[in-house]
């Protein structure tokens, strides 16, 4: 296999320009990227304009007019859902947009770009700050008719949604959330709302229908699921998509990025990240790896990842899609790469074919987001984050240019970014982007302690059925290689972690010595104590939930979160311990020189803290593990058991969320 299929910009051969027409916004637009665009039933190319990163500002639906070339602002955002000015950005709709049976339009913010007075982009960093965090997602609708939009409301506080999907047959809109990886059904008609649970780690986004009017999406570490919508049942399928790791990408995705059903009538799927394209019949149930998309091990030399976004069927049953090249993200200072055009006769045995780079002499697409083909075969190419420049849109009569297609790269586009000197201002973009990074490394939010062993997966180990039962509801060292838990949700299961491996998942049944030794530890009743801290008028909630000895000291954790330290009759208050909801558990080092606890509300993301008479109480972080390789990516939202083992090496982590897993970390 060929190494590359581009080495340099003497390999950005310009695709054919039979048919073509593109639409460039101006450089200096504080609107510098698309991540939202839809044909309309009536064939119109609506997309949403958006921010990232650094200009604090907010999404405008537009809609783009092909025979004139032109495009149109429908609303701004801010002018609909009446945002605070100090709060995180609703800068995007994301992969949203969808028709309604009464005609209007609806789609769903979500945040990419900061509050005014942050250095940067930080939606975790300020998750529970009620003023300047994200206020969640909106559920907005649009008239093209009147042109009216109206907001429906936040479904869920502080969360973004990540992307959602209209059910025509029974009126109701699917979302995903990008913080907690919960998926929700909002019904129009009863204006309910209902939770499905964590169904990815967090960050996924896609949802796409089969031809049976079924939901598919995928976690984010790569496991496909459904939602049968005319039952409501979420079913897991069991089967983990053919990932690609990335070594020198600083992140991990597995998860689906897009999908069609293609003239045979399975659902064509491709992921980021995966070089395979992947067929599911889903009238047997069945996947089939079709192949690789890219004939070559890199589309660019300089690249460390490559991927597909967008992706259509035309009316031929003929698969186009874009694939992007990218460096950012990976410790080095971003260069631009181009995209690149390939069609594929996927369904007919063909293989894929190159066909040029996306756009024209004077702006190639950099960061392909979005590819839409109309029913008059109209194909729209959205170019995305061309630096801090924006956004642009290509679009391509594929009746005229199918006569042409393979008359190409007898150009080479001149768009000056993609120099290998580029001008000052997309060297100051790069300075920029680096910067940001480390800012954001220096500011991190994860826990940074090393992993001991590689986490434990308890959902996978009981799917498909039984993944409700996986959360994590007490843990127990029995010697300093034997960890030994207790998940529960409709039924009780018990497990034994030995060095890291799983040995065993039993129904609790199976063993009731064991069940009752966890059950006896997960009951127990802290001593009553009075003068508890507490957050005025709700001193109601200064009880005692947890407490673990230090040395000749208790300390205590309340159920409002708070900490405080206990000797005889003096009570020492240490303050919060979690931004909200209870301390949940809390293990003492064998030594008695340290405690570590978990608290958090059910619907935060859960914190890990620690307490030392030397240090003091430190929050030490969310349990969040995002670094290229196999077992990656887990968030762990609802943190519910902690446990040291008894050599005092290692700290092991439950999750209560609906994908109930064990962390373990290094502590000395």
């Given at each position: 296999?060929?190494?590359?299929?581009?080495?340099?910009?003497?390999?950005?051969?310009?695709?054919?320009?039979?048919?073509?027409?593109?639409?460039?916004?101006?450089?200096?637009?504080?609107h510098n990227?698309?991540?939202?665009?839809?044909?309309?039933?009536?064939g119109?190319?609506?997309?949403?304009?958006?921010?990232?990163?650094?200009?604090a500002?907010?999404?405008?639906?537009?809609?783009?007019?092909?025979?004139?070339?032109?495009?149109?602002?429908?609303?701004?955002?801010?002018?609909?859902?009446?945002?605070?000015?100090?709060?995180?950005?609703?800068s995007k709709?994301?992969?949203?947009?969808?028709?309604?049976?009464?005609?209007?339009?609806?789609?769903?913010?979500h945040?990419?770009?900061?509050a005014?007075?942050h250095?940067?982009?930080?939606?975790?960093?300020?998750?529970?700050?009620?003023?300047?965090?994200?206020?969640?997602?909106?559920?907005?609708?649009?008239?093209p008719?009147?042109?009216?939009a109206?907001?429906?409301?936040?479904?869920?506080?502080?969360e973004?949604?990540?992307?959602?999907?209209?059910?025509?047959?029974?009126?109701?809109?699917y979302?995903?959330?990008?913080?907690?990886?919960?998926?929700?059904?909002?019904?129009?008609?009863?204006?309910?709302?209902f939770?499905y649970?964590?169904?990815?780690?967090?960050?996924?986004?896609r949802?796409?229908?089969?031809?049976?009017g079924?939901i598919?999406?995928?976690?984010?570490?790569?496991?496909?699921?459904?939602?049968d919508?005319?039952?409501?049942?979420l079913?897991?399928?069991?089967y983990?998509?053919?990932?690609?790791?990335?070594?020198?990408?600083?992140?991990?995705?597995?998860?689906?990025?897009?999908?069609?059903?293609?003239?045979?009538?399975?659902?064509?799927?491709?992921?980021f990240?995966?070089?395979?394209?992947?067929?599911?019949?889903s009238?047997?149930?069945t996947?089939e790896?079709?192949?690789?998309?890219?004939?070559?091990?890199?589309?660019?030399?300089?690249?460390t990842?490559?991927?597909?976004f967008?992706?259509?069927?035309?009316?031929?049953?003929?698969l186009?899609?874009?694939?992007?090249?990218?460096?950012?993200?990976?410790?080095?200072?971003?260069?631009?790469?181009p995209?690149?055009?390939?069609?594929?006769?996927?369904a007919?045995?063909?293989?894929?074919?190159?066909?040029?780079?996306?756009?024209?002499?004077e702006?190639?697409?950099?960061?392909?987001?979005?590819?839409?083909?109309?029913?008059?075969?109209?194909?729209y190419?959205i170019?995305?984050?061309?630096?801090?420049?924006?956004p642009?849109?290509?679009?391509?009569?594929?009746?005229?240019?199918?006569?042409?297609?393979?008359n190409?790269?007898t150009?080479?586009?001149q768009?000056?970014?993609?120099?290998?000197?580029?001008?000052?201002r997309?060297?100051?973009?790069?300075?920029?982007?680096?910067?940001?990074?480390?800012?954001?490394?220096?500011?991190?939010?994860?826990?940074?302690l090393?992993?001991?062993?590689e986490?434990?997966?308890?959902?996978?180990?009981?799917?498909?059925d039984?993944?409700?039962?996986?959360?994590?509801?007490?843990?127990?060292?029995?010697?300093?290689?034997?960890?030994?838990?207790l998940?529960?949700?409709?039924?009780?299961?018990?497990?034994?972690?030995?060095?890291?491996?799983?040995?065993?998942l039993?129904?609790?049944?199976e063993?009731?010595?064991?069940?009752?030794?966890?059950?006896?530890?997960?009951n127990?009743?802290?001593?009553?104590?009075?003068?508890?801290?507490?957050y005025p008028?709700?001193?109601?909630?200064?009880?005692?939930?947890q407490?673990?000895?230090?040395?000749?000291?208790?300390?205590?954790g309340?159920m409002d979160?708070?900490?405080?330290?206990c000797e005889?009759?003096?009570?020492?208050?240490?303050?919060?311990?979690?931004y909200?909801?209870?301390?949940r558990d809390?293990?003492?080092?064998?030594d008695?020189?340290?405690?570590?606890?978990?608290?958090?509300?059910?619907?935060?993301i859960?914190?890990?803290?620690?307490?030392?008479?030397?240090?003091?109480?430190?929050?030490?972080g969310?349990?969040?593990?995002d670094?290229?390789?196999?077992?990656?990516?887990?968030?762990?939202?609802?943190l519910?058991?902690?446990?040291?083992?008894?050599?005092?090496?290692?700290?092991?982590?439950?999750?209560g969320?609906r994908?109930?897993?064990?962390m373990?970390?290094?502590?000395?």
């Amino acid at each position: 296999m060929r190494e590359c299929l581009i080495y340099g910009p003497q390999d950005y051969r310009l695709m054919s320009q039979t048919g073509l027409r593109q639409f460039v916004f101006p450089l200096e637009s504080d609107h510098n990227a698309i991540w939202d665009s839809s044909i309309s039933p009536d064939g119109t190319l609506y997309f949403a304009l958006a921010t990232e990163l650094s200009t604090a500002g907010y999404v405008r639906l537009c809609r783009y007019n092909y025979e004139s070339n032109t495009v149109d602002e429908l609303f701004r955002v801010e002018d609909v859902i009446m945002p605070s000015d100090r709060s995180i950005r609703a800068s995007k709709f994301h992969t949203s947009i969808s028709y309604m049976n009464d005609g209007r339009m609806v789609m769903t913010t979500h945040t990419t770009d900061k509050a005014p007075q942050h250095p940067t982009w930080m939606p975790v960093a300020y998750f529970h700050h009620l003023w300047e965090g994200y206020q969640g997602s909106n559920i907005v609708v649009f008239d093209p008719k009147t042109g009216k939009a109206e907001n429906l409301g936040c479904p869920v506080p502080h969360e973004s949604i990540y992307g959602s999907i209209y059910d025509p047959k029974h009126n109701a809109l699917y979302f995903t959330g990008w913080l907690k990886g919960h998926t929700y059904r909002y019904q129009f008609d009863d204006h309910s709302l209902f939770d499905y649970g964590q169904c990815s780690e967090n960050a996924s986004f896609r949802l796409v229908f089969d031809k049976e009017g079924r939901i598919y999406s995928s976690s984010r570490s790569g496991w496909m699921y459904r939602i049968d919508t005319k039952t409501g049942k979420l079913q897991d399928l069991n089967y983990r998509i053919p990932f690609h790791t990335y070594p020198e990408y600083g992140a991990d995705y597995k998860g689906l990025s897009h999908g069609g059903i293609g003239p045979d009538g399975r659902l064509y799927m491709c992921f980021f990240y995966s070089r395979k394209i992947i067929a599911f019949d889903s009238t047997t149930d069945t996947f089939e790896e079709i192949g690789d998309y890219l004939s070559t091990e890199k589309h660019n030399v300089n690249e460390t990842r490559n991927g597909i976004f967008g992706m259509d069927f035309d009316s031929k049953g003929v698969l186009w899609y874009a694939v992007f090249s990218r460096n950012c993200d990976s410790g080095r200072r971003e260069i631009g790469m181009p995209s690149s055009l390939f069609r594929w006769d996927i369904a007919r045995g063909g293989r894929p074919e190159w066909m040029g780079i996306i756009g024209t002499k004077e702006r190639a697409a950099c960061w392909t987001s979005e590819v839409n083909i109309s029913h008059d075969d109209i194909m729209y190419i959205i170019g995305s984050n061309h630096a801090v420049d924006g956004p642009d849109i290509t679009a391509i009569d594929l009746k005229l240019y199918r006569k042409d297609m393979r008359n190409f790269g007898t150009e080479l586009t001149q768009d000056s970014y993609y120099w290998e000197n580029p001008p000052e201002r997309y060297q100051k973009a790069a300075d920029f982007f680096f910067e940001n990074g480390r800012f954001l490394e220096h500011n991190n939010w994860k826990v940074a302690l090393p992993l001991q062993y590689e986490p434990i997966r308890l959902w996978r180990e009981l799917a498909p059925d039984h993944i409700d039962d996986s959360p994590v509801k007490q843990l127990i060292w029995e010697t300093p290689a034997k960890l030994c838990g207790l998940c529960s949700g409709a039924a009780d299961f018990v497990f034994v972690i030995e060095q890291g491996k799983l040995t065993s998942l039993t129904p609790a049944s199976e063993q009731p010595a064991l069940y009752a030794k966890l059950c006896k530890k997960m009951n127990a009743v802290p001593t009553p104590r009075i003068n508890l801290p507490y957050y005025p008028g709700r001193q109601y909630k200064a009880v005692a939930v947890q407490e673990e000895r230090l040395g000749a000291k208790t300390v205590v954790g309340t159920m409002d979160g708070m900490l405080a330290v206990c000797e005889a009759e003096r009570i020492f208050s240490l303050g919060p311990a979690a931004y909200n909801g209870p301390v949940r558990d809390m293990a003492a080092m064998p030594d008695g020189t340290a405690v570590y606890g978990v608290g958090g509300d059910k619907d935060d993301i859960g914190i890990l803290f620690s307490y030392d008479e030397s240090n003091g109480l430190r929050w030490l972080g969310h349990v969040s593990y995002d670094v290229p390789c196999a077992f990656s990516p887990v968030h762990c939202n609802i943190l519910t058991a902690c446990a040291i083992s008894p050599d005092g090496k290692t700290l092991a982590i439950g999750s209560g969320d609906r994908l109930g897993t064990v962390m373990f970390y290094r502590l000395s």
